[in-house]
C-alpha cells in the first residue's frame, strides 16, 4: 500500500508563473518529509526538506508546506522556470522505524513542465 | 569528486542470466540503498544496509541479493534474471540511519530480454 501519494503524474505551468506540487501521506509516524528533483537519465537530486516540527521551509523560489493534520504536504516553485522541468519525488521518513530506521518512503512522483 | 558511482550505465541482458549492478560510494556514508524507478511506480526500494556488515530487505528485494562486505561498496546482484527486472536502478547512501538526505547515483539502465 502506497504510503505516500502524489496524485497528479503530471503538471504543465507557463514560465513566471507558480507551481504547486502535491503529496499526501497515510503513516502518521513519518516526521520528516523531502522533495527530490530528477531529470532524464540523472539520479534524483536532493531539493528541500521539512521536519514535522514546522510548517514551512523555504530556499529561494522554493517553498514546502506542510499541514500535518491533513496530512499533506505541498512544493511551491515561485517564479517557474523551463529548467524546473523535470519530475519531483515527494519523500517521508519516520525517526523510530526499527530496523528500517531512516528509511524514506517515496511517491510515484510528478512531471513537472514550464513551458515558455 | 566525491559521490556515488554506478556500473554499469546500461546493459542488456539475456534472461537467465547473472548480473551484478555495483555502486561505490566516497563519501564515508554509513546507510546505503538499492531502489528501482519504474514509469508510474516511483521509486522502490530493493534491499538496504544500515552499515558494514548488515543488510535488510525492502518493498521489492526477490529476486536480488546484495552484499555490504566494506564501507564503501554495496553491490546487487541478479542471480537469473527475469524480463519483469528491467528497470533502471539506483543506488543511494547516508551518513547514518538518523539522517535523512539520501543521495543517489546516477542510475543503471537494466533491459532483460
Known amino acids: 500500500d502506497q504510503q505516500v501519494k502524489q496524485n497528479s503524474p503530471s503538471l504543465s505551468v507557463q514560465e513566471g508563473r507558480i507551481s504547486i506540487l502535491n503529496c499526501d501521506y497515510t503513516?502518521?509516524?513519518?516526521?520528516?518529509f523531502l522533495w527530490y528533483k530528477k531529470y532524464p537519465a540523472e539520479g534524483p537530486t536532493f531539493l528541500i526538506s521539512?521536519?514535522?516540527?514546522?510548517d514551512k521551509n523555504e530556499d529561494g523560489r522554493f517553498t514546502v508546506f506542510l499541514n500535518k493534520s491533513a496530512k499533506h504536504l505541498s512544493l511551491h516553485i515561485v517564479p517557474s522556470q523551463p529548467g524546473d522541468s523535470a519530475v519531483y519525488f515527494c519523500?517521508?521518513?519516520?525517526?523510530?522505524?526499527?530496523?528500517?530506521?531512516?528509511?524514506?518512503?517515496f511517491g510515484r512522483g510528478t512531471q513537472l513542465t514550464v513551458w515558455p | 569528486i566525491a559521490g556515488i558511482t554506478q556500473a554499469p550505465t546500461s546493459q542488456i541482458l539475456a534472461a537467465g542470466r547473472r548480473m551484478t549492478l555495483r555502486c561505490t560510494q566516497d563519501?564515508?556514508?554509513?546507510?546505503m540503498y538499492w531502489y528501482r524507478q519504474d514509469l508510474g511506480l516511483g521509486l522502490r526500494l530493493i534491499h538496504y544496509?544500515?552499515?558494514?556488515?548488515?543488510?535488510g530487505k525492502g518493498e521489492v528485494p526477490d529476486g536480488y541479493s546484495v552484499s555490504r562486505a566494506n564501507t564503501d561498496d554495496f553491490p546487487l546482484t541478479l542471480a537469473s534474471a527475469v524480463p519483469s527486472q528491467t528497470s533502471v536502478y539506483f543506488c543511494?547512501?547516508?551518513?547514518?540511519?538518523?539522517?535523512?538526505?539520501?543521495?543517489f547515483g546516477p542510475g543503471t539502465r537494466l533491459t532483460v530480454l
Open positions: 544496509s544500515n552499515t558494514a556488515g548488515t543488510t
Open positions: 503513516n502518521s509516524m513519518f516526521d520528516y
Open positions: 521539512i521536519s514535522s516540527i514546522k
Open positions: 543511494a547512501s547516508k551518513q547514518g540511519p538518523s539522517y535523512n538526505e539520501q543521495f
Open positions: 563519501m564515508r556514508h554509513n546507510a
Open positions: 519523500a517521508a521518513s519516520g525517526v523510530n522505524r526499527g530496523s528500517t530506521l531512516g528509511r524514506l518512503y
